[in-house]
């Protein structure tokens, strides 16, 4: 068997807009109610968010592109005991709620984000309850 799984490419789906341009800036988590963004959908995929309602939990799974690759330690820990955005696949997942929808389906407003402005987004998923 081999030690180096399969390389796959992912082609993100929109971009989220936050007040944060940097990582000093960004909260640690998400899930406060006073961090606000707005997620855009490539118009190719707004069918995917037919059903998706204002007050709705979502899980934004975005990539933290502009985050050092090369880290494997963080605060004293491994990366992959962390939500560290600082890993050698900086992919993440931030919990948010939804707060409004835009009629064409493009603009997804969220309350709770903690990402970097501009950051790509990989996908959204409704959490299962």
Known sequence: ?????RTFE????????TPFDDSDEAPRQGG???????????????????GLEPGTEL?????????DRDVLEARGRGVFTTRSPARPNPIC?????????SDDRRRIDLV???????????????PIH
Not at 34 to 47: F, I, K, N, Q, S
């Open 1 to 5: 068997m081999s030690t180096h799984p």
């Open 10 to 17: 992912f082609r993100p789906i929109g971009v989220v807009h």
């Open 32 to 50: 406060s109610e006073a961090d606000r963004g707005t997620v855009v959908l490539a118009e190719e995929y707004t069918a995917g968010i037919v």
């Open 59 to 67: 899980d934004v799974i975005w990539v933290a592109d502009r985050a």
């Open 93 to 101: 997942v931030t919990r948010c709620t939804v707060r409004a929808i």
């Open 112 to 126: 709770g984000v903690d990402m970097l402005d501009e950051s790509p987004v990989l996908d959204l998923k409704a």
